[in-house]
C-alpha cells in the first residue's frame, strides 16, 4: 500500500468568519460546516472530498508563521485548476483581493502564488497535460529549478487557454532523480 495523494489541509487562522469570506468569495471554496469563533470546512468545487480545507480559529492575538522564514515548516499549499483560462480569471481575482504575491513558470506547471487573510501563502497552478510535455520540457524542469517569470497570454498561445490540464491527467515521470 502506498499514499495515493493528498486529500485536506488543515490551516490554524486568526478569524475564522474573515478566513471563511476570503476561501469562498476569492477561491470559489463552498463551505461545508461553519462554527462561528471556532472552525470551517470546505470542498473545493471540482472536489469528491468530504472536505478539502479545515480552518480552526486560534485568535487575534496569533502570532504571524515563521516557517520558511526563521524555522522548518510547511511552505504553501497548492490548488489546482483545470484550464489557464481559470489561471488567468483566479489572477485578476486574487489581484483584485490584493492577495496575489508572484507568478512562475515551473515548465511543466505555471503557477501564481497569493497569501489568505492571515498571509499564509499557498499556490494555484495549471498542470501541463502530459502528451503535451517535450522531452526538452522535462529536461529544462529537471535540471533547472530557477523560478522563471509567468507569461499567461503566451502559454495560453501555446496550450490553449481551455485545454484541459492535469486534473485526471497522469504526470510524466522526471528522468533519472538529480544528484543530491
Not at 9 to 24: G, T, W
Not at 45 to 57: E, I, K, V
Not at 62 to 82: K, N, Q
Request: hydrophobic letters at 45%; glycine letters at 8%; aromatic letters at 8%.
Amino acid at each position: 500500500m502506498s499514499i495515493t495523494r493528498l486529500n485536506h489541509a488543515v490551516l490554524y487562522v486568526r478569524d475564522v468568519a474573515r478566513s471563511r469570506d476570503f476561501y469562498e468569495n476569492v477561491l470559489g471554496f463552498r463551505t461545508l460546516i461553519f462554527l462561528p469563533g471556532q472552525a470551517a470546512f470546505f470542498q473545493a468545487s471540482g472536489s469528491t472530498n468530504d472536505h478539502d480545507l479545515g480552518l480552526f480559529q486560534i485568535g487575534s492575538g496569533a502570532a504571524p508563521s515563521p516557517a520558511g522564514r526563521t524555522s522548518v515548516g510547511l511552505y504553501h499549499l497548492a490548488w489546482e485548476v483545470d484550464t489557464l483560462a481559470e489561471l488567468d480569471r483566479l489572477r485578476t481575482v486574487l489581484l483584485e483581493a490584493g492577495a496575489l504575491v508572484g507568478a512562475s513558470d515551473h515548465v511543466l506547471t505555471k503557477s501564481l502564488y497569493a497569501q489568505d487573510p492571515d498571509g499564509l501563502e499557498f499556490e494555484v497552478c495549471w498542470v501541463v497535460p502530459a502528451a503535451l510535455i517535450t522531452e526538452a520540457d522535462r529536461e529544462r524542469a529537471a535540471s533547472d529549478l530557477r523560478p522563471r517569470p509567468l507569461d499567461l497570454e503566451a502559454e495560453a498561445a501555446r496550450y490553449g487557454a481551455e485545454t484541459k490540464g492535469g486534473i485526471g491527467v497522469s504526470i510524466p515521470a522526471f528522468p533519472a532523480a538529480v544528484a543530491e
